[in-house]
């Protein structure tokens, strides 16, 4: 079944693999945090099909009370938004799909990835195309306004509403926080103390783009240490954060196998750092480790949005020495230096350097991403701007 796109909204780039699932797969899944967007992106992608959203209380009841009656209603070409709120769904649909035998007959879409995905695995498998929206990469916001600066898409972040809606910053993040706790941190476990979970929540953004020590954690916020693993499950669940794990490939004696965190979205990051505005981002004392999770979640955003399977990595020795990422594609790997400075100079090469002079390496590429406009080449290392640092993928 060929399946086209409808115009007249913001061009998200992930419209085009949807649409590539949706020829390939009987069900495409489209996972991703609460208003990164994907109830438009799917409403809008898939225009001529139904929609039920699993967020209706009325619509939850009949499908959960009634499944035969409710795919009775909606038997084919069929969105059902938030369907994590009734996983036993999946099980008929995995029926009704063997039965028709045809491709792009339910889009669903999910805001908890690791409950979902356990579901979809289980009654889905090999019958599902999985997909990820995060919230607006820089490019898309760049080609949507090229005025944007990069202090304003690191202070607003890359929500969809913020955009649409003219609403201010810290009036969306603080509503979303609310939100987030209400209706997802909620529905996988109760916390019942929400000042603690936010406190913990802004320490950890204090700490994006850092190994974080789970024992100095919890003494911060005064929980235990099983505790703090138990919290960042959570967040990883709900798409808040995320995890870079260590490249220790022919280094596995030398090196620390800690992940580091990061948030998916910086303009959260900056809200719980009490980040006014955008003047403020430059003098901040974390502006290097938001412009780092600025550039890292970009590219997890690029790899998402063009349906690539490239795995990204962090490298550091038992000395200290290290560099913010490894990109593995295939057989190639690449290094790369993420610098905050707009103006080039030698010492942001330090870890690249270090990095150049290890006997029998299997790194061959060497960049450096920083914030200035030009790109060019410094001793056979790709200087890349902001702008341009999707290439590298």
């Not at 899944?29 to 438009?40: N, Y």
């Not at 979303?176 to 916390?191: A, F, G, S, V, W």
């Not at 990204?312 to 000395?319: E, K, L, Q």
Request: net charge neutral; glycine share 6%; aromatic share 14%.
């Amino acid at each position: 079944m060929a399946i086209t796109i409808c115009t007249n909204m913001i061009k998200r780039n992930i419209e085009d693999e949807l649409l590539k699932l949706a020829n390939e797969f009987p069900v495409v899944a489209v996972l991703g945090p609460r208003q990164s967007g994907k109830t438009t992106i799917v409403k809008h992608t898939f225009s001529t099909y139904k929609y039920v959203s699993m967020e209706d209380s009325d619509s939850r009841t009949f499908a959960s009370e009634d499944p035969r009656g409710f795919f009775k209603k909606y038997d084919k070409n069929v969105i059902i938004d938030e369907i994590q709120r009734i996983p036993e769904l999946l099980s008929y649909i995995q029926t009704i799909t063997d039965n028709m035998n045809e491709e792009g007959i339910f889009i669903i879409t999910g805001s908890h990835n690791y409950l979902l995905m356990e579901k979809v695995t289980q009654s889905l498998a090999g019958r599902v195309g999985i997909s990820t929206l995060l919230p607006l990469s820089y490019n898309e916001l760049l080609n949507d306004n090229e005025k944007i600066t990069l202090f304003d898409l690191l202070y607003k972040g890359g929500y969809p509403r913020l955009y649409d809606k003219k609403i201010r910053t810290s009036t969306y993040y603080n509503s979303y926080l609310h939100t987030y706790i209400e209706r997802d941190i909620r529905l996988i476990k109760n916390i019942s103390d929400y000042d603690l979970f936010i406190k913990f929540i802004r320490l950890l953004a204090g700490r994006t783009g850092q190994i974080v020590n789970t024992v100095s954690l919890g003494d911060d916020c005064g929980i235990s240490h099983n505790t703090v693993k138990e919290w960042i499950s959570l967040l990883e669940t709900s798409y808040i954060i995320f995890k870079l794990q260590p490249f220790y490939k022919n280094y596995n004696k030398r090196l620390i196998k800690s992940p580091k965190i990061y948030f998916y979205d910086t303009g959260l990051v900056s809200f719980l750092l009490g980040i006014k505005d955008s003047d403020e981002i430059l003098t901040n004392y974390m502006y290097g480790n938001i412009f780092e999770t600025f550039i890292i979640s970009n590219l997890i955003k690029f790899n998402y949005n063009h349906g690539k399977f490239i795995n990204f990595y962090y490298w550091r020795d038992n000395h200290r020495n290290e560099v913010d990422l490894i990109i593995e594609d295939g057989d190639i790997f690449k290094v790369v230096e993420i610098k905050g400075g707009s103006t080039f100079n030698k010492d942001m090469l330090k870890g690249i350097n270090y990095m150049q002079k290890i006997p029998k390496q299997d790194f061959h590429n060497f960049s450096l991403i920083y914030s200035g406009e030009d790109d060019f080449t410094y001793n056979s290392v790709n200087i890349t701007s902001w702008k341009n640092s999707n290439y590298l993928l």
